[in-house]
């Protein structure tokens, strides 16, 4: 059947089950989560635009606070009768589990949604495996797993069916990542033939059994042991039976479309021997392998299992071949000390139960393996490597695939070389950054070609973990059948490089195939272009026989008035140069494809884009390659000779690429690492970088302090030091009166450096001759690269600045502080990370931070470098990040250690003050620990006491010394966004705050969930809009700071380091001085809130002159005094909330998609605003007693 | 009494109009505008450049900010299917128009050609009665010889009107070598009425600073003679309505103007300075003077002090200068 006559689209798994979810229910409840976000994103705007499911509702779609809330919801919508969904993965399955029990247990049918992923462990991993659904296996959730994007489509209506007849509840899975962010060409349902497949009457059998009051009963009893038991084994049948009604809607859903299902289908050889036994993904994978192998004569078959729960094991030894002798059971998990993997153990027990009931005569002999924990890759070549191992007389049991285990010798070994025939597919493979739009417009391409030929198209989009400057890679295929190669492209026909520095930092012709093209965005012409490549790289295009063409996108994408995009510019090039159509055709169909997408626009804007594509064409030039390679090596593996050992030989890895070459033995056990890894890693991803005019300078410390990725620092120091100093290091006498031999320098670490602006935007100095040119300014990085390498080498060796003789209750001060985070991967320009270089600079070597899952445990957590680091002495921030709805708790627990350890130390110190002696002890005991000068004191005394302690030889000795460090004050500090502050963890928050205990919250607060893609939280202001707001927030901001300031002893401040600094400052030294809680939170800009963010200063001032983010600080110590504890620190709002918001995308995107609610809840907004100072201002003018005494 | 106007074909029931101001942002307003007797409503000028400003800046945030981080595709809700940038006040046009029967006029200051007409034709069926075409345009390439700035205002006169049915206004500055020849050209270029005179901006220095004043203030009383000088010898000559703008604080600029021969005065500063109610007053204040002159329409006394009209038609050319200059002795 030609595509004419189906209806197809190419869209990603998460899309593809959405989308038949969304018709078939009349609740989601939903809540982010990574990889699966995607699906509660589309079906929140799909209700705000109206579209319909099958019986001709708009479904309604919730947010909850947390997965918790979304399962308990979806109970609650099921209990009485509609019929309801979620979409969840990873923790968030972890979060549902105990109402999964309770929807099971009352047989309630209904369908969760689930995009398979890695659970935290010794890490945290966004990507997929099975480890999620293996932990919800025991919930009596039925498990149906889609191993392709038409099987989560299909699926998606099949687990719906099949739950509805059975009344088993269905976990639907796919492989997270793999599955659920593929892009490939599927054939869509339509609405009648899903509707053909949920009749009414089930639909009302449903709603029938829902709570009622007109004919009321009563469920969810407390049950004693006389029935608990027999209550349990009620529901015997229903599990029996489903099986069979799965496999009878497969086989309905089969006649209807043509796509025909099996609970566990069997591939291969009839009369095969050695077999394998997957699910998931994985499946296509083996599948596509044991057709070639079979080719070849070799007796192999596969089954792969779709219907894991409940495991039929009549079902399952039909479909097995009797001929089978070994068999593999590949695992997608890991379950530490059992026996074997989950479905490992199910497959040996039922051939052992099928043996038992002489089903089968012997038993063939079984093995268990794991592979693709994480997404790490399943090629064909692994699994052959797995056929072979099943070849030998005993294959390893408990094996692993696709790592090298060099301490348990679990892994196997294979031919990487090994490959499937790919002559029918092209194969694409494209370098660019996030922020070019490659992925974008790749996404595009496919859809233009899989949705206008015949051909077939599969794309799968690899990111690394970086916010800025992070790169993407994009593997495109393109064939004259549907793709089934849940696998990265390892050699492709066709390679284009977005980014010319890629060059020299990325391998990318090794992915090239012989006589392969080479598209590259370069500045350099036809001619030029030849010597500005490495040596290797120019070598490859000659060994390869590589064709390559250049094009200077970014002067095309200029002259074409495409606002300077290059990426629909390399577009057109793919199109032309590729083969996929040929050429006439595919220029054809992106001219289509222009007119499709700006019909609305006029005629006169596809004309632009036409021209842009006939432009494209005229600069597209093929590069004559010389003979020899002339060029010479460029390194790729850069690490520092000073970086540790660790660095260099596994981070280093990792930087590079080569992360899945790192054997077992060279990982840490524990998931412990060094801190301070970011300095070893030169991203240099901007061109544009700060420089700095002693001249001009103030010296303010403001750029310093609003540097989000600290590559400003500055250090005073006897001019002495100049001696030394190498040519162009720069430097000014200090402003201070009465040093004339001080000087003053401000280092700029400009291969660090993001190139976002803020220090620009905030520097208040001038040229007065030209008032554009400041005290620091956006450079050219080329032109002193070198010499600022030496410069900053020269820096580093100035000692940093005594910390008990800097003032650094002001920002002028604070510079001088040594910042003990440095060069995260967040956004350039982000508007967090000031607040935790701040946090690193004040407290940083007694700080132990407990940090929430999101956009700071990403930035701050994410391998391969991490950002925390440490002084000369080796002290830092220690630093961990346990969940996301955890994080109060897990804080709190660090207050409780360093509270009981000090408890001990103490107690140990007045036992031992004989031996230590009692002028020391006492001194200990009775220090203040307030000033940063007490507290230097403080660490010499103890560090007297841990040099006596060595020389004693008891146990309280060494019980002492073990805890003394506790006897130096320790900072703690709960860091988190505010989708874990405000919603997922706010229960927790809010316990921790009322303990009393002395911890510190510091909520980084951009009013969305970052991390994920700018979902709406309690903090999401009003008229803003979100994703699950799409249609604009009409609820109001949570107050979180009166909830806090409602106990009266909790230290509560609201700051914004970009409108005024030095409160924010103020605040942060006053929450950690006080000996209780302390909340402070913080406005953090974000790129969710869709601005450019040199901005992003600017917009902090607006938000609190337009009242919408005052300034306050609640302190119980002024209210112990007798003082007035609240203090409002900005001025009444002089400019209106709308002055504020519409700078903003969040904003203004409502007046765009609906004015009248734009208008409306603009208006409601203001009014909110107005309240909110009106009772802030009265609170500033009441007395001490008008406020929570303080016991 | 009757105050009734007609200005390129519109029939209006004062000759007092609010000129193109942000105070017509809200619908609310416009309604309050009519109340208070407003003959007619230039919506805010549509800016071009504003518009394309604004769909780039969403078009660069959505796509600098989409795949480019694994956990997050992107941060925006879906705006495939909405219009960016002109929405908004295509809205406010029609709003206005279902709330107010005075005539809504839209107004857009263009850069391009293109911009000119697609915007024309989408002010048109949104629903506006007319339109004023702001040719806002300094030519500060000195290259650029005066016959082109000419066919540079004749030609988006002429392709506006080749795309749209509803009158076109042109407002428009005083610096040519021949206003009158202009005036005519422009007539014949289509252009249904003028708008005398778009106030310039005009930079000013900070000498403290160093850096240029971009301050906008109010039209004053005293402004009004160059408006005045060329609706009146304007008036009778060309095909044309004539609105006058600029310096319109009180009924007396009101009456001035149309003793000089306009068909509307527009005003939007003492609306800023007074409040729209203001407009009540200036009607108010019209009709005393009527009526303490005797006038019981416009019409009776339009144009009668214009150059045409007046004893002594030198009086508006060179001779007037030097008798002012004598006079002065």
Redesign the interface.
């Known amino acids: 059947m030609s595509n004419k006559n189906k209806l197809v689209a190419t869209i990603d798994g998460n899309e593809a089950a959405a989308y038949v979810a969304y018709r078939i229910n009349e609740v989601c409840a939903i809540y982010p989560i990574?990889?699966s976000?995607?699906m509660a994103e589309l079906a929140d705007?799909w209700a705000?635009?109206g579209i319909k499911n099958i019986w001709g509702n708009i479904p309604d779609v919730i947010e909850l606070q947390s997965e918790g809330g979304a399962a308990g919801t979806v109970h609650g919508a099921l209990q009485t009768g509609s019929l309801t969904t979620t979409f969840t993965a990873s923790q968030g399955l972890m979060l549902m589990l105990p109402n999964m029990y309770k929807i099971a247990g009352e047989l309630t049918a209904a369908v969760f949604h689930v995009a398979a992923r890695s659970l935290a462990a010794q890490g945290l991993s966004?990507f997929g495996d099975h480890q999620d659904i293996m932990a919800a296996r025991t919930t009596g959730f039925a498990m149906l797993g889609s191993a392709s994007v038409q099987e989560a489509h299909d699926f998606a209506l099949i687990s719906q069916v099949a739950s509805l007849r059975s009344r088993i509840p269905f976990v639907h899975f796919f492989d997270g990542?793999r599955t659920s962010?593929e892009v490939n060409k599927l054939e869509l349902l339509s609405d009648e033939q899903i509707k053909s497949m949920v009749p009414d009457e089930l639909v009302i059998a449903h709603r029938n059994r829902g709570l009622n009051p007109e004919h009321p009963f009563i469920r969810g009893t407390a049950q004693n042991p006389d029935v608990y038991f027999q209550g349990r084994e009620t529901v015997n049948t229903f599990y029996n039976n489903t099986p069979g009604i799965v496999q009878q809607v497969m086989d309905e859903f089969g006649k209807m479309t043509g796509r025909k299902y099996r609970l566990f289908e069997y591939s291969g050889d009839p009369a095969a021997e050695r077999l394998v036994i997957v699910m998931g993904s994985g499946g296509e994978t083996v599948i596509e392998t044991v057709n070639e192998l079979v080719k070849k004569g070799e007796k192999v078959g596969v089954l792969h299992v779709r219907l894991y729960r409940p495991f039929s094991l009549s079902h399952f030894m039909d479909a097995l071949p009797a001929s089978i002798k070994t068999i593999a059971v590949l695992d997608r998990t890991k379950e530490s000390g059992a026996a074997g993997e989950p479905m490992y153990q199910d497959v040996l027990s039922t051939l052992v139960e099928a043996f038992q009931q002489k089903k089968i005569k012997t038993l063939p002999n079984v093995v268990g393996g794991r592979y693709g924990l994480s997404s790490k890759e399943f090629t064909p070549a692994m699994v052959k490597g797995i056929y072979d191992e099943l070849k030998k007389d005993q294959p390893k049991n408990g094996f692993t695939i696709g790592i090298n285990d060099d301490v348990t010798f679990t892994s196997l070994a294979y031919d990487p070389e090994y490959k499937l025939d790919e002559s029918e597919w092209r194969q694409g493979l494209f370098f660019g950054?996030?922020?070019d739009?490659?992925?974008?417009a790749n996404?595009n391409t496919i859809k233009i070609i899989g949705e206008n030929t015949d051909l077939y198209a599969q794309g799968y989009?690899v990111?690394d973990?970086k916010?800025s400057g992070?790169r993407?890679v994009s593997h495109l295929r393109f064939g004259p059948k549907p793709i089934r190669a849940p696998y990265l492209i390892s050699k492709a026909d066709f390679i284009a490089c977005h980014q010319f520095n890629f060059t020299e930092k990325v391998e990318m012709l090794e992915f090239a195939s012989q006589g392969a093209t080479f598209l590259l965005n370069s500045p350099y012409s036809k001619e030029e272009v030849w010597s500005k490549l490495p040596g290797q790289v120019q070598k490859q295009i000659i060994d390869k026989k590589i064709k390559v063409y250049v094009i200077d996108a970014t002067t095309v994408a200029r002259e074409t008035g495409m606002?300077g995009?290059i990426?629909t510019i390399m577009q057109t090039c793919y199109f032309a140069l590729s083969g996929v159509l040929p050429k006439d055709d595919a220029i054809k169909q992106i001219k289509k494809a222009i007119e499709k997408t700006y019909f609305?626009k006029?005629p006169?804007v596809i004309e632009q884009n036409f021209q842009a594509v006939d432009a494209t064409l005229a600069h597209l030039y093929e590069v004559k390659i010389p003979a020899k390679a002339s060029g010479a090596h460029v390194d790729l593996l850069t690490v520092s000779d000073k970086a540790p050992d660790f660095v260099k030989n596994v981070t280093a890895m990792m930087m590079a690429g080569h992360g899945d070459d790192i054997p077992v033995s060279k990982m840490t056990v524990d998931g412990t690492y060094p801190s301070g890894t970011t300095q070893w890693e030169k991203r240099n991803v901007s061109d544009l970088v700060a420089s700095w005019e002693p001249d001009l300078c103030i010296q303010c410390g403001n750029c310093a302090y609003v540097c989000p990725h600290s590559v400003i620092r500055a250090k005073f120091y006897h001019e002495d030091h100049l001696g030394k100093a190498p040519e162009g290091f720069k430097s000014a006498p200090i402003n201070a009166r009465g040093f004339p031999e001080t000087k003053y320098s401000l280092q700029v670490y400009l291969e660090d450096c993001t190139g976002c602006n803020l220090c620009v935007e905030v520097c208040p100095a001038s040229d007065?001759?030209n008032?554009s040119k400041k005290a620091i300014n956006m450079g050219e990085k080329a032109p002193v690269l070198k010499q600022e390498q030496k410069s900053i080498e020269f820096f580093e060796n100035i000692p940093w600045n005594d910390r008990s003789k800097i003032d650094f209750s002001t920002v002028h001060g604070a510079q001088f502080l040594e910042p003990l985070f440095e060069f995260s991967g967040a956004c350039a320009g982000c508007g967090e990370t000031p607040y935790l270089k701040l946090l690193s600079q004040l407290f940083g070597d007694r700080l132990l931070v407990a940090n929430a899952t999101g956009c700071s445990s990403?930035y701050g957590g994410n391998l391969p470098t991490t950002p925390w680091s440490m002084n000369k002495e080796g002290r830092g921030p220690a630093w961990s990040n346990s969940l996301f709805e955890d994080n109060a708790e897990f804080g709190l627990g660090m207050r409780v250690t360093a509270d009981k350890q000090l408890d001990v130390a103490r107690h140990l110190l007045n036992e031992m003050k004989g031996d230590i002696g009692e002028g020391l002890v006492k001194e200990i005991l009775e220090a203040s620990q307030v000033l940063e000068s007490e507290l230097v004191e403080q660490r010499v005394r103890v560090e007297g006491l841990k040099e006596k302690l060595k020389t004693m030889d008891s146990s309280s000795a060494r019980h002492l010394l073990s805890v003394a460090d506790q006897l130096v004050r320790r900072s703690v500090w709960l860091v988190g966004g505010d989708g874990w502050a405000y919603d997922i963890g706010y229960g927790g928050l809010d316990h921790a705050l009322a303990s009393g205990r002395n911890i510190n919250v510091l909520v980084l607060d951009t009013e969305v969930y970052?991390?994920?893609?700018?979902q709406s939280s309690k903090s999401t202001p009003t008229a803003a809009?979100a994703?699950f707001a799409?249609g604009g927030k009409s609820g109001g901001k949570k107050d979180l700071a009166m909830q806090a300031i409602s106990y009266g002893n909790v230290y509560v401040a609201r700051v914004a380091f970009g409108a005024n600094p030095q409160q924010a400052l103020l605040a942060m030294r006053e929450a950690e001085a006080y000996d209780g809680p302390s909340l402070i939170l913080a406005y953090s800009h974000c790129?969710?809130h869709?601005?450019?963010l040199k901005n992003g200063l600017d917009q902090q001032h607006k938000a609190v002159a337009s009242g919408h983010w005052p300034l306050l600080r609640y302190n119980p110590v002024l209210r112990k005094k007798n003082q007035n504890p609240f203090v409002l620190d900005s001025p009444r709002p002089t400019v209106s909330l709308k002055d504020y918001a519409y700078n903003e995308?969040?904003y203004?995107?409502l007046?765009?998609?609906n004015?009248d609610a734009a208008e409306h809840l603009m208006k409601h907004a203001q009014e909110l605003v107005n309240l909110k100072w009106k009772t802030y201002e009265e609170l500033a003018t009441k007395k001490a007693s008008d406020f929570v005494p303080i016991a | 009494m009757n105050l009734q106007s007609t200005y390129m074909g519109l029939k209006l029931n004062s000759p007092i109009v609010v000129s193109a101001c942000t105070l017509a942002d809200q619908v609310d307003n416009v309604v309050k505008m009519e109340e208070n007797g407003a003959g007619a409503v230039v919506m805010p000028s549509l800016f071009e450049e504003q518009i394309r400003k604004e769909e780039?800046?969403?078009?660069?945030?959505?796509?600098?900010?989409?795949?480019?981080?694994?956990?997050?595709?992107?941060?925006?809700?879906?705006?495939e299917?909405?219009?960016?940038g002109v929405?908004?006040y295509l809205?406010n046009i029609r709003k206005a128009k279902e709330r107010v029967k005075i005539p809504v006029i839209g107004s857009l200051n263009g850069i391009t050609t293109?911009g000119w007409i697609?915007y024309a034709r989408q002010i048109e069926q949104a629903g506006a009665d007319g339109l004023e075409v702001n040719i806002f345009f300094i030519p500060g390439d000195i290259a650029m010889s005066s016959s082109e700035v000419e066919h540079r205002y004749l030609n988006i006169i002429e392709s506006i009107k080749l795309s749209v049915k509803m009158p076109v206004a042109v407002k428009l500055n005083p610096y040519f070598s021949s206003m009158g020849n202009m005036a005519l050209r422009m007539k014949n270029s289509g252009a249904d009425a003028l708008v005398l005179f778009n106030r310039f901006y005009q930079p000013d220095f900070d000498i403290n600073?160093?850096?240029l004043k971009t301050d906008l203030h109010y039209s004053e009383p005293g402004e009004i003679r160059l408006p005045l000088l060329w609706i009146a010898l304007l008036y009778g000559k060309v095909e044309l309505s004539l609105a006058a703008t600029t310096g319109v604080q009180s009924a007396v600029e009101v009456v001035k103007y149309l003793l000089a021969g306009a068909d509307v005065v527009m005003t939007a500063s003492s609306l800023y300075k007074n409040g729209i109610p203001y407009l009540k007053t200036l009607n108010k204040e019209l009709q005393d003077w009527m009526y303490m002159m005797g006038f019981d329409n416009i019409d009776a006394f339009r144009g009668s002090m214009s150059q045409q009209n007046v004893s002594d038609p030198t009086a508006f050319e060179r001779a007037n200068y030097i008798r002012i200059l004598e006079g002065m002795k």
């Open positions: 990574t990889p976000s995607t705007e705000s635009k966004i990542f962010h950054l996030g922020a739009g490659t992925v974008g996404k989009f990111y973990s916010k992070a993407t606002s995009r990426n609305k006029g006169k007065p001759a008032r990403i970052s991390n994920t893609g700018g809009t994703k799409a790129i969710a869709g601005y450019d995308l969040r203004k995107v007046t765009m998609t004015p | 780039a800046r969403v078009k660069t945030v959505m796509s600098e900010t989409s795949y480019a981080f694994p956990e997050a595709m992107d941060y925006f809700p879906d705006l299917d909405f219009n960016v929405d908004d809205e293109e697609d600073e160093l850096v």
